[in-house]
């Protein structure tokens, strides 16, 4: 299997991004200020015909002031449906920087607005558009498929684009056409979607910083110590920790799944902004993070994307009685982008879900 490694030099430059992410102090606010916050926020919404699209990693309160108003928290396949079919004239993003690009790519005439521009992801970040683009050009005969968790101008050179809820079956229909691919940045996804369906992939060997340290071994003893717990995986995560899952899938997918089993108790893989929802979705049954430290060793991320968490209730008020942070792409890498994530949604709705319609929560 032919491969890209991420050169030391630029994963030294995403460590740094994290590390400053991560120095970021958010001042917990005294009630009275964090109402007042709350309700600039609700009427900046309705003055501005503005929706909020939020992921499930962002603080408890984003996620329910995005359900409070009309608006979404989802993984990044429904929140880029939803942005682009929702009637308002101005999206806001509470997530990371390819979540509000994705956004703008799909709805060109909305105005998109970032609650934090500089909320980054290791996945973007390690898959420049310059090596990568020699990467596809090593490999013209490949059919391109990349993560939504990249760069407007890389999803312009590809011809798919997927998140982790529909690249099995995007590539499982890309094999039986008899396609080979080229897959971009995530190497434990790709080789995930590469172990279920067999195609003939060649991978990028991009990561993230937060599923890299889930650890198999740790993970093993926990299950020994819940025995009636299942185990929850998001694909992002290393193959040995897939491998002990009793559900692989998208934060959606995971969140459905500790729904519908039986279990009482769920040890989950994935960043921990997801448990708000999973508590919401399922009271009573408990959630357990998975171990992100090995024997003798100490996490860096922890569980946590230092990124999601720098989206935070000042900043959306900032942010939309500024005007700060609107997203604006390039029209020619816009309209190429335009075509690999239409395929997707349209995939989404032909393939899986044919009555998908904006319905508010996902
Ligand atoms: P989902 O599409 O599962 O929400 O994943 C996005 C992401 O960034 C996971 O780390
Ligand atoms: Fe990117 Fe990982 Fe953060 Fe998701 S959790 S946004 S993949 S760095």
Redesign the pocket.
Known sequence: MSSTMIPEQLQQQIDTAALMARGIKHAALPDEEREALTNRIKQQLAQQDAVLVA??YVDDELQDLADATGGVVA???EMARFGYEHPASTVVVAGVRFMAETAKILSPNKKVLAVERAAE?SLDLGCPIEAFSRFCDQHLDRTVVVYA?TSAAVKARADWVV???IALKVVEYLRDKGETILWAPDRFLGDYVQRMTGADMVMWQGS?I??EEFKAHELKKMKQQYPSAAVLV?P?SPAAVIDLADRVG??SQIIKAAVEMDNDVFIVAT?DGIFHKMREAAPGKRFIAAPTAGEGATCKSCAH?PWMKMNDLPRLAHVLETGENEVFIAESIRQQAEVSLKRMVDFARTHINPNMHVTGNA
């Open positions: 992921h499930y993984d990044s396949l992801c968790n998140t982790s809820s993230c937060v599923h998001h992002e998208s934060t960043e994307c």
